[in-house]
């Protein structure tokens, strides 16, 4: 029904920017609301940022001021631009969509299969 396909995750060094892709595809009527969550190693799964639609942004205190998260509502696609990168940003990212699709009023929520980022000291 929906698929999220994430790119533009790899190997940087400490310092260095990616810029993480999500593209949201399938029998959508509307998107509520798109976000990045990541997952350490031994750690549980945590919201890095999350933006709705009117573009209201929320972020992880651990990421303010380095990451960036926007949406392109035509595209139904949404980026989170890293920069200043630690090694402890290292972790596997997912994108997450709250949406309705196509004749259904109701909310559901879909996760990509994720993309590894990796920050080396």
């Known amino acids: 029904q929906v698929q999220l396909v994430e790119s533009g995750g790899g190997l940087v060094q400490a310092g260095g920017s990616l810029r993480l892709s999500c593209l949201a595809s399938?029998?959508?009527?509307?998107?509520?609301?798109m976000a990045w969550y990541r997952q350490a190693p031994g750690k549980q799964r945590e919201l890095v940022a999350n933006?709705?639609?009117?573009?209201?942004?929320t972020y992880a205190d651990s990421v303010k001021g380095r990451f960036t998260i926007s949406r392109d509502n035509a595209k139904n696609t949404v980026l989170l631009q890293m920069n200043s990168l630690k090694p402890e940003d290292t972790a596997v990212y997912y994108c997450?969509?709250?949406?309705?699709?196509?004749?259904?009023?109701?909310?559901?929520?879909?996760w990509g299969q994720g993309t590894q980022v990796t920050v080396s000291s």
């Open positions: 997450n969509a709250r949406l309705r699709l196509l004749f259904s009023d109701r909310l559901r929520e879909f």
């Open positions: 399938g029998s959508i009527s509307s998107i509520n609301a």
């Open positions: 933006i709705i639609t009117g573009g209201t942004t």
